[in-house]
């Protein structure tokens, strides 16, 4: 159900966190692996994630500049951090730049279930909200234009109108 991208410039880290994810009842039916930002990019691009796990240090492009791509490409697109860095500053910058959360390396997999679990859910939510006010929005438009289309119908229609009538159903569409 869930499609995850794993960017980590460490393979053997990567593939742990894919098994992990895979093995997990979290319904993660496929997780994609990138040795670095540009890889990610290129992932990002031709396919649809539900998530983005990314490392902060990596060679060619870092972490943070990853972050930023996604966010101004795919801003809804949730990423977690997670790095060897315990510095504030790359905590803080990557929280700024909207990730979810930062893990520290090593990262305990209770942890990293538990969070991945709790974005995911997040993300689901915001989806189902859009989709009802995407919904009550098209319905008030379709109920708007049934009300336009009245008024014109009584416009043409309407032989006897007085002029008062006439003027009220203009005023009502607007012109």
């Known amino acids: 159900m ?3 991208l794993v960017v980590d410039d460490e393979p053997r880290v990567s593939a742990g966190i894919k098994n992990v994810l895979l093995s997990s009842e979290l319904q993660i039916t496929h997780v994609e692996t990138a ?3 540009f890889e990610a990019i290129d992932y990002l691009r031709m396919e649809t994630f539900d998530l983005v796990l990314t490392d902060i240090q990596m060679s060619r492009m870092s972490g943070l500049e990853l972050m930023e791509t996604i966010y101004m490409e795919q801003p809804h697109l949730p990423v977690i ?3 060897a860095h ?3 500053d790359f905590a803080k910058k990557s929280l700024r730049l909207g990730a979810r959360d930062y893990l520290v390396k090593p990262v305990e997999l209770a942890e990293l279930l538990r969070i991945v679990g709790r ?3 997040e993300k689901e939510e915001h989806g189902k909200q859009s989709l009802e006010r995407t919904i009550r ?3 008030a438009e ?3 234009a049934a009300r336009r289309n009245e008024l014109l119908l009584e416009l043409v229609t309407e032989r006897n109108l007085a002029k008062a009538d006439y003027e009220d159903l ?3 569409l607007g012109g």
């Open 35 to 37: 040795l670095n930002g």
């Open 142 to 144: 379709r109920t708007g």
């Open 137 to 139: 929005e098209g319905e």
């Open 81 to 83: 951090v997670i790095s």
């Open 170 to 172: 203009i005023d009502e």
């Open 119 to 121: 974005v995911l859910r």
């Open 86 to 88: 315990e510095k504030f």
């Open 2 to 4: 869930y499609k995850i």
